[in-house]
């Protein structure tokens, strides 16, 4: 892993996180995106070195949607950038980390994404996830 890149946070409501977050960072959103295969709309932040990425739901089938009705709002996962995702997801399989994704998928913000089972890390939904480039 090269470094902690985001970190995603579950809300019920995406203008009301909006005006919060921005009010506790100091800093507005640069941008907001939509997942349409995740049922997920994205809007990020930018603090220091890492990024704030605020989840919410697009339908009731949306993993947010689920993620919220279990457990409520707030922190959902950790994102590491790495450099070669196929080869990283190997390694961790190899390590007995279980994969939510065998294959990276096409994530927000230009990158190929894959998660890690909270089950395998300490209860940590982990995403790995690599900049697609131009
Ligand atoms: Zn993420």
Known sequence: M???EHIG????????????????????????EEVAS???????FNVGNVKIELLAATNENSPIAKFIEKKGEGLH???????HIEEELHNKDQLGFQLINKEPKTGADN???AFLHPKSTGNV???MCQDKGE
Do not use: C, D, W
Request: glycine residues 4%; without cysteine.
């Open 2 to 4: 090269k470094k902690l």
């Open 9 to 32: 946070i579950a809300v019920q409501n995406l203008e009301e996180a909006e005006t919060l977050f921005s009010k506790l960072l100091g800093t507005m959103p640069y941008k907001r």
């Open 38 to 44: 995740e049922g997920v709309i994205t809007s990020f």
């Open 77 to 83: 996962h950790l994102a590491f950038e790495v450099e």
């Open 111 to 113: 990158k190929r994404i």
């Open 125 to 127: 939904l982990v995403e």
